[in-house]
C-alpha cells in the first residue's frame, strides 16, 4: 500500500427512523403451556402407576409428550389433548407389547 493514499470521503444519507409496532400471532403461551402440561400429567400417571417395566413407562412418557405437542398445533388443544393422549399411549403400548413378542421368540428360536 502506497504511503501517499488519499482519504476515502464519506457521504451518509439523512437518517431514517422507522416506528416499530409489534404484531402479535397468537395468544400469549404461558397459561395455556401450563394447563396442558397439568392435563397431560393428570392423564398420564393412572396409566403409569399400573406399569413396572421401564421400558414401557419411557414410551408411555414420551407418547404423552408427543399428544401435547401435537394438541398445541391445534386450536383447541385442551380440547384435542385427552383423545389423543389415549391414542398416542395406545399406540405406545401396542408397539411395546410387539416387541416384547419378537424378542421372547428370537430367544426361544436361539435357545432350541
Do not use: Y
Amino acid at each position: 500500500m502506497s504511503a501517499k493514499a488519499k482519504p476515502l470521503q464519506t457521504k451518509f444519507a439523512k437518517e431514517t427512523r422507522f416506528k416499530v409496532s409489534p404484531v402479535f400471532g397468537g395468544p400469549f403461551r404461558g397459561p395455556v403451556e401450563s394447563r396442558i402440561e397439568q392435563l397431560k400429567h393428570k392423564l398420564l400417571f393412572p396409566a403409569l402407576r399400573e406399569v413396572t417395566d421401564t421400558q414401557l413407562r419411557s414410551e408411555l412418557k414420551w407418547a404423552a409428550q408427543e399428544a401435547a405437542s401435537l394438541a398445541w398445533t391445534t386450536p383447541f388443544p385442551l380440547l384435542i389433548l385427552p383423545e389423543l393422549i389415549q391414542e398416542k399411549m395406545a399406540q405406545a403400548r401396542r408397539r411395546w407389547e410387539n416387541q416384547q413378542r419378537i424378542w421372547r421368540e428370537g430367544c426361544l428360536a436361539l435357545a432350541a
